[in-house]
């Protein structure tokens, strides 16, 4: 397992930051991991969950500003 590291990599995206979250989460759920690997798995993915709420907010932040700041659901065409 890799060690922790800051979730604000150069060249992570929030598509492979949700893949590693998912596979951690995999890992974690089957109960194998020693004490110390469960312990930087949850940093990690800790670490992982406040880059994907972050990217989201951005995403959600430039929708708003595309859409005049009055955020509706989208109209089906």
């Not at 992982?48 to 929708?63: G, H, N, P, T, V």
């Amino acid at each position: 397992m890799p060690d922790p590291q800051p979730a604000q990599d150069g060249g992570l995206t929030f598509e492979k930051a949700l893949e590693e979250l998912e596979e951690l989460v995999a890992r974690m759920e089957e109960g194998k991991l020693p004490l110390e690997e469960s312990l930087a798995a949850y940093q990690r993915g800790a670490q992982l969950i406040k880059f994907c709420e972050s990217r989201l907010a951005d995403a959600q932040a430039r929708i708003a500003v595309l859409d005049g700041d009055t955020l509706r659901d989208l109209e089906a065409q």
